[in-house]
């Protein structure tokens, strides 16, 4: 029942973010205020409203308050303000201010919103036939941007080999912590304080259940990705697989030190969601490269299995990464495991205190 | 009045078993203060720190001062590597952005050309690679600019555009993360704290204790949302002063006691779903499931960690539901934007309709559980 629930959980959060989850800013909503109201500030206006997948217009803008309160209530999240004489001083060649205002509440939204504003204006500028009567800008360069290993730069190819590494350290970790704090809080662990049963022995064979389910996860998953999302595994899927296998004995191990240190169950939950939440989605390659991180953020990042586990998943469904290009992934997962054994069996008491 | 002295003292049993347990007390200290200033301060959707390298086939005196236009924090120093070295490189991730310039690049420019510079993008990292692209094309398009104005007056572009980023002008991007990292623990603590409150009761049969008080079940859950409640939002008052305006230097535009009474409709939301979820799982193990879940799913569709707007729209539709997205929807409004009860009084009304129907609901299964407990 516990196990049905756990696949059936995981494959639904793997559909919903690889169809929900997606960063590509689009049909921002935004209004004009055209103080000019010239056939060059319409001409000007129109681009932007000729960008129909990237900005929404919205009703114009009548006053600075109006605009300051739509923006507010979030109503809009641009507003492209055309000066006075705007197309007189076109003419004159006297080079005209335009004010474009961004929401900037949502940093990567606001960023994202100029950097489109700024695009449009290029482009205008460069095109011969723009009908602003201004001479093709000279000295700029075109770019041909190459999207590696997502050439249609679309979030799915990004997300679906995002989504295991994230459910393969939040689920094992936490049922593994769990099973062993049960048996305290239940009283059974007395078996293992009575017998000769070794702290290591003992602890292997909790974990081993765990790391089978882990692994059977990660075939569900694995499978939705290829047939669901229609994303290919361009590496070696062995390889992704022997990496696995190394991250979710790390993470079940995770929750064997967590378990060490936790004498209830409601103790367990709560510390493993604390600790593994953060590190997991904010400082492991998920939301960004850890290369960018910066401070303590960064430290934790760099010693976060799913950091590895996280490169190692990307680059075998999205780059097809030789044996020289995952070896340290699979070498840093190796290592760790060791580790979270040594520091739990020191850990589990012998006897009850 | 008896029933509410009731759910006071039922309150103060329940804080007094949560200051009883020192790990429990230590971590709620830790979500909400090192916690939270290790994401604001180490996470961020500006570019930071990227790496870049240039293929200079041009190798002319502009090529030479568009790669030193490049330089710490926000870039790494550009590497310069050759046109046979990209593909590899790329796939060891050791640059995100590799810049080709094609030979005969100035000149090119100088005849009024417009060359083509390839921008390869390791689009694995979508936020930074978007960003990112959009700066080095800025920063490339502006020196050349500058670089020919020197000889050549028309090389300005005939309209001035400014940007000006509203709210948040210099796009510290702490000041969003700080607040988005706020509410995710206020989520995930509070849903935990309930949740586990419900269970441990029922696991450790103190449950049963209660029962033969003259207690109702409205009673006993009611003191679990106030207790649980008021730690939460002693963490947050604190971790908001403390970390996110005197640490972090974030402003606050708005009223304070506005947010603050929608966080309070927040907890109503997250104490209910707790003792939801703490009364729908038959295990611990079975809550911690559920617990996950939820709050990745809480987290991720939220809005806090990529915009609402990005979603597919019969995704929006369903997202409408999640009171996190309207906290964070209006915890923009008013602590960036200033907005007053005028504007967030939607966000407001979802919040406390959606809370009090996962009351209602789970008040009347939490009273069902009793009764086949009695």
């Known amino acids: 029942m516990r196990l049905a629930f756990a696949f059936i959980g995981s494959a639904l959060l793997m559909l919903v973010f690889g169809f929900g989850i997606s960063f590509d800013v689009e049909h921002v909503r935004y209004a004009t205020f055209d103080l000019d109201q010239t056939p060059e500030s319409r001409v000007y206006l129109e681009q932007f409203a000729g960008a129909p997948r990237y900005f ?62 700024q695009s449009v204006q290029d482009k205008m500028l460069r095109d011969p036939a723009n009908e602003l009567q201004t001479p093709p800008q000279k000295y700029t360069a075109n770019f041909q941007d190459r999207y590696m290993y997502n050439p249609t730069f679309e979030s ?111 103790a367990a939950v709560f510390v493993t969601t604390v600790l593994t939440m953060l590190p997991t989605i904010q400082f492991s390659g998920f939301m960004q490269p ?63 205190k | 009045m008896n029933s509410l002295l009731n759910i006071l003292w039922l309150g103060l049993k329940e804080l007094r078993s949560f200051s009883s347990d020192l790990v429990m007390a230590f971590f709620v200290v830790y979500s909400f203060s090192g916690a939270i200033y290790a994401q604001a301060t180490g996470t961020s959707s500006e570019v930071n720190n990227a790496s870049i390298a240039f293929v200079d086939e041009d190798g002319s005196a502009l090529t030479k001062q568009l790669i030193n236009a490049f330089y710490p924090p926000r870039f790494q120093t550009p590497e310069l590597i050759s046109a046979s070295e990209v593909e590899t490189t790329m796939d060891q991730g050791r640059f995100m952005f590799v810049v080709a310039i094609p030979p005969r690049f100035e000149a090119d420019l100088r005849a009024g050309r417009h060359p083509d510079i390839q921008l390869n993008i390791d689009a694995t990292a979508m936020q930074q690679a978007s960003i990112g692209g959009g700066y080095i094309k800025n920063i490339v398009n502006d020196r050349i600019s500058s670089f020919f104005r020197r000889t050549d007056a028309s090389a300005q572009p005939p309209i001035n555009l400014v940007i000006r980023r509203l709210f948040n002008p210099n796009g510290v991007s702490s000041w969003f993360t ?25 696991e450790h049969g103190t449950l049963e204790h209660l029962l033969v008080m003259p207690l109702n079940a409205f009673e006993i859950a009611m003191a679990k949302v106030w207790a649980n409640s008021l730690v939460i939002l002693v963490a947050t008052g604190a971790s908001l002063y403390l970390i996110v305006m005197k640490a972090l230097e974030v402003p606050f535009a708005g009223s304070i006691p506005l947010w603050f009474s929608g966080v309070l409709l927040y907890l109503f939301f997250a104490t209910a779903l707790g003792i939801f979820l703490g009364t729908i799982s038959r295990s611990m193990a079975q809550f911690a499931l559920l617990i996950i879940f939820v709050n ?79």
Request: with cysteine; proline share 5%; net charge positive.
């Open chain 1, 56 to 117: 929404r217009q919205m009703p114009p803008v009548r006053s600075v308050e109006d605009a300051l309160h739509r923006m507010q209530s979030d109503s809009i999240s641009l507003v492209l303000e055309i000066p006075p004489n705007f197309g007189r001083d076109l003419r004159k060649a006297a080079i005209p201010e335009v004010l474009a205002e961004a929401d900037g509440a949502d940093t990567f939204r606001g960023e994202t919103i100029t950097q489109y504003v």
């Open chain 1, 156 to 266: 799915v190819y990004a997300m679906a080999p995002s989504i295991p590494p994230i459910l393969l350290i939040l689920i094992p970790a936490i049922l593994m912590a769990i099973s062993v704090v049960r048996e305290k809080e239940l009283g059974s662990i007395i078996n293992f304080y009575v017998t000769p049963t070794g702290r290591l022995e003992y602890l292997l064979g909790k974990q081993l259940p765990y790391i089978v389910i882990g692994m059977i996860n990660y075939f569900i998953l694995v499978a939705m990705a290829l047939v669901v999302f229609a994303v290919p595994i361009k590496g070696s899927f062995l390889v992704l697989t022997l990496c696995t296998l190394l991250y979710v004995t790390a993470t079940t191990g995770v929750g064997m030190v967590i378990s060490t240190f936790t004498s209830s169950q409601v």
């Open chain 1, 290 to 352: 850890v290369s960018t991180l910066l401070g303590r953020a960064k430290v934790l990042g760099s010693i976060w299995p799913t950091t590895y586990y996280m490169h190692a998943s990307k680059g075998v469904f999205t780059k097809g990464l030789g044996l020289d290009l995952w070896a340290q992934d699979l070498i840093v997962l190796a290592c760790i495991i060791p580790i979270l054994w040594a520091v739990s069996a020191l850990a589990l008491e012998k006897q009850e």
């Open chain 2, 178 to 202: 700080s607040v988005v990292a706020i509410i995710n623990q206020v989520t995930l603590l509070t849903v935990v704290l309930t949740g586990a409150a419900v269970i441990r009761e029922r």
């Open chain 2, 296 to 374: 990745v799913m809480l987290q991720l569709l939220s809005g806090g960690s990529t915009p609402i707007d990005s979603q597919p729209v019969w995704m929006q539709y369903m997202t409408f539901f999640l009171p996190s997205r309207h906290f964070v929807s209006f915890s923009q409004k008013i602590i960036y934007r200033g907005g007053g009860i005028e504007a967030v009084w939607p966000q407001f009304t979802m919040v406390a309709a959606v809370g009090l129907a996962f009351f209602v609901y789970s008040l009347a299964l939490f009273r069902k559980s009793i009764a086949v407990t009695k």
